[in-house]
């Protein structure tokens, strides 16, 4: 895991074993915060969930028309249990 300091959470991760799912992640998560703020609103776990969950639906749509479910599985396998 890597370490998460504002550097990595406002620019991203770049070299990082995971660092393309951890990159979706902290961009869903930032979207759901800026998204409530005007309601005032607390995010919940379950809305972030459903959004991964979105997500993922709709990579798995475009890695299979490409014929990419190999990296696409490779990508999501951690969190595809959660989901």
Same mark, same amino acid.
Do not use: C
């Given at each position: 895991m890597p370490d998460l300091n504002i550097s990595n959470i406002? $620019?991203?991760i770049?070299?990082?074993k995971n660092g393309a799912i951890i990159n979706l992640i902290l961009t869903?998560?930032? $979207?759901?915060i800026y998204k409530s703020r005007p309601s005032g609103q607390m995010p919940s776990v379950q809305?972030?969930?459903?959004?991964?969950s979105f997500y993922e639906k709709i990579e798995r749509n475009?890695?299979?028309?490409?014929d990419k479910?190999?990296?696409?599985f490779k990508k999501w396998t951690n969190l595809l249990?959660?989901?």
């Amino acid at each position: 895991m890597p370490d998460l300091n504002i550097s990595n959470i406002i $620019l991203g991760i770049d070299s990082e074993k995971n660092g393309a799912i951890i990159n979706l992640i902290l961009t869903v998560f930032k $979207l759901i915060i800026y998204k409530s703020r005007p309601s005032g609103q607390m995010p919940s776990v379950q809305l972030f969930i459903n959004q991964l969950s979105f997500y993922e639906k709709i990579e798995r749509n475009i890695a299979r028309k490409r014929d990419k479910l190999a990296y696409h599985f490779k990508k999501w396998t951690n969190l595809l249990s959660i989901l």
